[in-house]
């Protein structure tokens, strides 16, 4: 395998779209869960559920949305050994070749390391990654203005092969977490219904740094680290609550969509206001 390579095809359901009418993002990591596990194998890295637990970074950059019944596949490839373990996931629109979303993967494996086999395997099965580069973001210099937006405890139906909180799963928490938000700057159902507006990502930051197993309780806190005329980017942190350790982190940059243009529309007044009140210091 010298090349990217097919770890996923399938289909939009309409009961997986959202509010904004397009598929939720947390399903486009449900099947990116999948296509990883297929790499592996394909790449002899064996089963997913051992490099799992591993610290990840995920960069997700959204060119083009899919909407209800698109149908799509997933292509993927090893990008580097030389700093951990790098790998690339692009969705393919099949109806047309386009790629409308893209994934950098970056794994530290400062813990877990490689084999010299498995090293020089992977070495063989690299390609080039012809995505967009990540963007170096700020990241939060405290917690402190952060509001509680997810609470809740794992359920059967959220574990992965490997018996902890599943990519998708965590990533659905997240998108909770920014209604929440919204429904505290006034961007609530309301407004969206009437207006004909969503908040639509694209791009995300996710870092994996913890894992929680069945029916461990989690909360997550939002703050808004920046805010434009038309766009905002939220910051969730997912935490076990018993000790406070961080879990996992998403950036999640996007805009204010008009649903019938599906082009940004600026931010009112109103919303501008109360989404200030909860801008946080990056550095």
């Excluded at 959202?18 to 592996?40: C, G, K, M, P, S």
């Excluded at 050994?81 to 690339?88: A, K, Q, T």
């Amino acid at each position: 395998m010298t090349d990217w390579t097919e770890t996923y095809r399938g289909a939009v359901p309409p009961w997986q779209c959202d509010v904004t009418e397009h598929f939720t993002i947390a399903y486009y990591f449900d099947r990116l869960e999948e296509a990883e596990a297929n790499l592996a194998e394909a790449v002899g890295l064996g089963g997913l559920p051992h490099w799992v637990e591993i610290a990840r970074r995920i960069d997700a950059r959204f060119a083009r949305e899919l909407r209800e019944g698109a149908s799509f596949h997933i292509e993927s490839a090893v990008l580097s050994v030389e700093d951990g373990l790098r790998l690339g996931h692009r969705v393919v629109d099949s109806a047309n070749g386009e790629v409308v979303t893209w994934f950098a993967e970056h794994w530290d494996l400062s813990k877990t390391a490689l084999t010299d086999h498995q090293r020089s395997t992977l070495a063989l099965s690299v390609a080039e990654w012809n995505g967009p580069l990540p963007e170096s973001r700020a990241e939060p210099v405290t917690t402190a203005g952060f509001i509680p937006t997810a609470r809740g405890r794992v359920k059967h139906a959220d574990i992965d092969a490997a018996g902890h909180f599943a990519l998708g799963a965590i990533v659905h928490r997240f998108s909770n977490s920014s209604a929440q938000l919204g429904a505290a700057i006034g961007m609530d159902a309301a407004f969206m219904n009437q207006q004909r507006r969503g908040f639509s990502t694209f791009e995300l930051v996710l870092n994996l740094s913890g894992r929680l197993s069945l029916d461990a309780p989690y909360l997550i806190a939002t703050g808004i680290a920046h805010l434009g005329n038309s766009s905002l980017r939220m910051i969730h942190r997912l935490t076990d609550p018993r000790t406070g350790a961080e879990v996992a982190r998403l950036s999640q940059y996007g805009v204010n969509l008009d649903l019938d243009a599906r082009r940004p529309a600026r931010w009112p007044d109103e919303i501008r206001e109360k989404a200030a009140a909860l801008v946080i210091p990056v550095g």
